[in-house]
């Protein structure tokens, strides 16, 4: 089973920074893309911002210029860089994973999504 271990989250006033950083492990899987996705309480859960093994990326409108997304393929990690915080950032974010498996039978891709356990982040005005 693949699980994903977070860090980084906390409380940061409005014009601050945090760096979010997850770490995937466990069976082996292919992975096509990481990201992350928040869901403050009431509301759906939203892609935050994405990045693919070919280094794509995607951003929500909301965060573009101010949040930016890498991942180290080696060390199989993802990590969110958030500036200029925002009191509407505050949420709990998820690590996730997008993997794919090629399916010779079907010759189609099968599609997998892990998600992480969520980590606060808090954004005071």
């Known amino acids: 089973q693949v699980h994903l271990v977070e860090s980084g989250g906390g409380l940061v006033q409005a014009g601050g920074s945090l760096r979010l950083s997850c770490a995937a492990s466990g069976s082996t899987f292919t992975i096509y893309a990481m990201g992350w996705y928040r869901q403050a309480p009431g509301k759906q859960r939203e892609l935050v911002a994405e990045?693919?093994?070919?280094?794509?990326?995607y951003y929500a409108d909301s965060v573009k210029g101010r949040f930016t997304v890498s991942r180290d393929n080696a060390k199989i990690t993802v990590s969110l860089q958030m500036n200029s915080l925002k009191p509407e950032d505050t949420s709990v974010y998820y690590c996730?994973?997008?993997?794919?498996?090629?399916?010779?039978?079907?010759?189609?891709?099968?599609?997998?999504?892990?998600w992480g356990q969520g980590t606060q982040v808090t954004v005071s005005s």
């Open positions: 996730h994973v997008d993997s794919r498996v090629w399916g010779a039978v079907t010759s189609s891709l099968r599609r997998y999504d892990y």
């Open positions: 990045i693919t093994n070919d280094g794509d990326t």
